[in-house]
């Protein structure tokens, strides 16, 4: 091989290098936008489908590599939540973003042949907990990217604005506003110890199906919303209150045969709980917490959105 053919073939292992080492962001910024990790997955995709499609030229020309897939990605992002809202609202019953195991189970291999490729693994943190992604949903789509790429990305407006073909000023106010949104939706976040307690109090209270200890830990004006997304039993509306929510609970114990195996878990970065039945996942369960009660509760049962959960 002659130096000059060594020399190109070492620039395109660099360029391959630094093009792939994108892709964590990329379905980090993804997930935060679509609130589900397969469709993020294939954003993800079609983004690099689209570099590659361009011809070497036209990839060297671009400065950034880097900018110019996030550019893309959310603009697919973009699309997609668009389209999105249209299949929601034929969605059988409540839509609850995809839940996410936390990073030891990738690594343990509950998930990992599902999630083999480390990249794809988000980072979880405040702005992938449920309460905050379910926020997200209120918003419209330009909301929610001027949100996470400014506030999470720690993207600058103007570059915001270059992504999303608005104002800097614009941009500075649909972030503004989300913001808004997001404190009057949600309630200062809890210390993850008291979480962490408040579940496992719950979990043993289920377990015991004890309803007057499950509305004690429960706010009287508490939520459970639930998402079977029509493939397997689900509350169609959100149950309210916390003695109706005690007795569900309580109901569903006392009719799955063999009994539910509930186990404490790290969901989307909080902490959760999953529940199984004859060792396979069922459903996994999100918490929200205020003022030392569980105010919101979301049971994802759609068994297209536990595959984390039940690979491996």
């Not at 600058?156 to 941009?171: D, L, M, V």
């Not at 959100?238 to 929510?245: A, F, K, M, T």
Request: proline content about 5%; charged content about 25%.
């Amino acid at each position: 091989m002659s130096d000059h053919a060594e020399s190109e073939h070492d620039r395109s292992d660099a360029d391959l290098g630094a093009i792939t080492s994108e892709r964590r962001q990329l379905i980090n910024l993804a997930y935060r936008l679509l609130g589900s990790l397969a469709e993020a997955e294939d954003a993800v995709q079609e983004t690099y489908a689209r570099w590659y499609a361009m011809s070497r030229q036209q990839r060297d020309a671009i400065a950034s590599p880097g900018a110019w897939l996030t550019r893309v990605a959310t603009r697919v992002c973009l699309d997609l939540l668009g389209s999105a809202r249209v299949r929601r609202e034929a969605y059988v019953g409540e839509w609850i973003p995809e839940p996410l195991p936390d990073r030891t189970e990738w690594i343990s291999g509950r998930a990992g042949a599902a999630m083999a490729d480390p990249a794809d693994r988000v980072t979880m943190d405040e702005s992938v907990s449920m309460a905050f992604l379910v926020a997200l949903e209120s918003m419209t789509p330009a909301q929610r990217v001027a949100l996470i790429l400014h506030d999470v990305f720690r993207y600058s407006f103007a570059e915001i604005a270059e992504i999303t073909g608005r104002t800097p000023a614009a941009c500075r106010e649909l972030a503004s506003s989300a913001r808004r949104r997001i404190r009057t939706s949600r309630p200062p976040t809890a210390p993850a110890a008291h979480q962490a307690d408040l579940v496992r109090n719950f979990k043993q209270a289920w377990e015991a199906q004890d309803i007057g200890t499950l509305i004690g830990l429960l706010d009287s004006g508490a939520t459970l919303t639930a998402d079977g997304g029509g493939l397997v039993s689900a509350a169609l509306r959100p149950v309210e209150g916390s003695e109706r929510i005690a007795h569900y609970l309580v109901d569903i114990a006392g009719r799955t045969p063999g009994g539910l195996t509930v186990l404490e878990r790290t969901v989307n970065g909080q902490p959760g709980l999953m529940a199984q039945l004859e060792g396979v996942t069922v459903a996994v369960y999100a918490f929200d917490v205020a003022d030392g009660r569980i105010t919101h509760i979301w049971a994802v049962r759609n068994p297209d959105k536990l595959r984390p959960w039940t690979a491996g």
